[in-house]
């Protein structure tokens, strides 16, 4: 691949190509970085602090010219474009105001006269970023790496080049020293020598599970540690005293944020027969309602998938399941046109060993699994491959709560939306990945905990 292309999801059309850096280049940049973060790893906390909230300000600024770029280019609709750059702000001023009490260090009492844990920042942290949350996914990881006093090269998703080399020069616009965040314009193929290059000490990648697997085995055999955030099945349970009217105004955000693009969306709405009817039929009445359509506009509220082949996917997926005897209750198909849209859609009488059942969807598609009782709807939950995050509805707090330590998740929100906060850790287990990003445990994943002791 000699050139990166930029294509509009909405239209089809080319936006613009950007040409991939070589291998030398790519070595270039890593070495000048590492020359950076010599001088950067000894700054103060202040220091950083005031560069990390003038990164704030910066994309505060610019937040409609950066929004438009993401809308552009992966297709996300203007306004939650425009409050995933306020969010990435959120958490530049959070890393900035809470790092130095996140890495204080720790006293421990031993038989030493002086015992403790430091916590020292490591190098040059790889991040492999998806396309689906261009900027936050990005600066969720940088704003914690830089304020540890880290240095970090990004390799973007190819599809959002624009967005990959608007986030670099974020940074400089800042007042960061020029080369301690780098944007690689390279080709997958490339990634392999990156991590293998010694100024390079860890791998954070947020992706699909064969990125993950793959990324991990390259950094196993160099020794180098690795934070995955991969997919995710996350469920959505409805029991039988949740309030419905809440309950399905959430559902219906949930599930269609970033045009149904976000692993940790909610993909498995699990219901119990009692409030069945009632759940599917509100829910095909305000999905039913959803304005589709170019993702600049204004009264837009589901923009295009990103890719022709998603949607592609996304169709056999929802195609398979109803074969297989799933029931069709909304939409079920490609909308007509230019760009890669697809209908607001509801299946529900989704059972085990069907597609939307066991695999990861990503696309504005509702899945619906009916269940007896809560012990059922716990056990489906369970049912999955993943562990992100999950959601679950009742109106007996207590009861939730107990019932919250059951679900094998990394986050479980109780009469609320999953998201991801910077005040909270986030990340998963089983294939959902390993690791956890935000809050004091994430600035700490890529530091050296360092124990002293002092006879």
């Not at 609709?77 to 995933?84: G, L």
């Not at 390259?218 to 995710?232: F, P, S």
């Not at 716990?378 to 707090?397: H, P, Q």
Request: glycine fraction near 8%.
């Amino acid at each position: 691949m000699s050139q990166m292309k930029s294509i509009n999801p909405a239209t089809g059309k080319l936006i613009g190509e950007y040409p991939v850096y070589s291998n030398d280049e790519t070595t270039d940049i890593i070495s000048k970085t590492q020359a950076t973060w010599a001088s950067w790893k000894v700054t103060d906390f202040e220091q950083r602090s005031i560069l990390m909230h003038s990164a704030a300000s910066v994309l505060r600024n610019e937040k409609d010219d950066l929004a438009r770029v993401m809308a552009l280019e992966m297709g996300k609709v203007m306004h939650e474009a425009q409050a995933e750059i306020e969010k990435c702000a959120w958490v530049c001023d959070f890393y900035a105001d809470n790092a130095k009490a996140f890495l204080a260090d720790e006293i421990v009492e031993t038989n030493a006269s002086k015992s403790f844990v430091s916590f020292e920042p490591i190098g040059i942290v790889l991040a492999v970023m998806p396309w689906n949350f261009p900027f936050w996914q990005v600066f969720r990881f940088a704003a914690p790496a830089l304020m540890a006093g880290n240095a970090a090269v990004l390799k973007h998703a190819s599809n959002v080049p624009a967005c990959a080399l608007a986030i670099e020069k974020i940074f400089v616009k800042a007042g960061f020293p020029e080369n301690l965040f780098r944007t690689l314009m390279i080709s997958a193929s490339q990634v392999e020598a990156v991590i293998m290059n010694p100024y390079v000490k860890a791998v954070t990648l947020t992706g699909s599970e064969a990125a993950g697997m793959n990324v991990a085995a390259i950094a196993g055999r160099e020794l180098k540690k690795t934070v995955l955030e991969l997919g995710g099945a996350d469920p959505f349970i409805v029991l039988d005293d949740a309030d419905i009217g809440t309950c399905v105004n959430t559902a219906v955000n949930a599930r269609m944020i970033n045009n149904g693009q976000s692993c940790i969306a909610a993909k498995r709405f699990i219901v119990v027969e009692s409030r069945l009817e009632e759940f599917e039929t509100r829910k095909t009445e305000l999905m039913s309602a959803l304005i589709a359509g170019d993702p600049l506009l204004p009264n837009t509220q589901v923009g295009p998938l990103a890719r022709a082949d998603l949607r592609a996917e996304l169709h056999e997926q929802v195609q398979a399941s109803l074969d297989a005897g799933a029931r069709l209750l909304l939409g079920g198909k490609s909308i007509p046109g230019p760009g890669y849209f697809y209908e607001p859609t509801i299946i529900s009488d989704v059972r085990a060993g069907m597609s939307l059942y066991r695999e990861e969807t990503f696309g504005p598609v509702s899945t619906i699994i009916p269940v007896k009782d809560t012990d059922e709807a716990i056990g489906v939950a369970n049912d999955s491959e993943f562990g992100l995050g999950a959601s679950l509805w009742t109106n007996d707090l207590t009861r939730g709560e107990h019932l919250a330590r059951q679900i094998e998740s990394g986050a479980v929100f109780i009469n609320g939306m999953t998201v991801s906060d910077p005040r909270l850790p986030f990340g998963g287990i089983k294939r959902s990945g390993y690791g956890r990003e935000l809050s004091h445990f994430g600035i700490r994943e890529f530091t050296n905990i360092k124990s002293i002791w002092i006879a």
